[in-house]
């Protein structure tokens, strides 16, 4: 009886080894959920997208099961619509007047690409940087002087061509021109190397607030107000007039108005609906969480998230809004 009650104890001692071991042979799918990876295009290091970006990774992280979203350093929105439709990343931060040419296929690209819009969670702002004392007061003054216009390829390029045009300044011949990223304008400033610099970014840019606050630098941003008119007779309704208020920053003592348009969080049209419909639900409803890595986050509203995007929605995004009630306004 006693070796009948050891035998029955070891089968059992082997049988409960063998199914630890199955199960942890057994496939991801079967007994526990396989962690799934996403992406984020962002931008450069020195913009708010990169910062933004990171705050929604580590949000969705944090908060979806099995999920792990790391943030990606692009050359800004025409690369990231590119990257999107190459499969290299899941969600991006894009600019509206980006987005659009993308969808429509024009401008810089050669094709349509299916972009969806999650949300509207940023204005951004053109912001041509240039210091007291140089002699540039507006952008006409730019003519002649070293600028630099942005990162290669990137949307603040894009974006300070257009506005050299609207003053009659053909880009590649009436400047000197460079192609910096945010950072390295800012840097290329304080060495003297630049006469002012453009950035495309959210307030306040991480970029331009390094070179306020740098002993000896006064900057000054200039005024754009004039060529609003022209660049939405020519481009569209993606611009609108937008105010850098006195005080973003150091130096910068009255508003400046300026050009703007929708910062959007986008993904392909065939991104997963419940996923979506995961990712705008906590972006909008906590973004506390997100305003404790930039402040920009703040103003990430249900109603500001429906209004000023030149795409279309998402389904997944589609199904959210409609819960809370809330029309998306194209």
Known sequence: MIAKDNFRRVSSLFIGVLVIAALMCFPASGWAQKTQALSIAT???GGIYYVMGGGIAALLTKNILNLKVTAESTAASIENALLIEAGKVDLTLILGSTSYDAIMGKERFTRKIPLRALGVITSNYIQFVALEGVGINSPRDLRGKRVSLGAPGSSSELNATRILEMCGIDPKKDI???LLSHAEGANAM???KVDAFNTFSGLPTPAILDLAT????????LDLEEIIPKLREKFG???YTAV??????PGINQDVKTAATAGILACHEKMNEDLVYQIIKLVIEKKDELALVHKEALNITLQKAVVGSPIPYHPGAIRYYKEKGVAIQQ
């Open 43 to 45: 931008g450069g290091t």
């Open 214 to 221: 740098t002993p000896g630098m006064k900057i000054k941003i």
């Open 190 to 192: 304080k060495d003297r």
């Open 176 to 178: 000197k021109q460079d």
């Open 244 to 249: 850098i208020p006195k005080g973003t920053y």
């Open 237 to 239: 309704p993606v611009y």
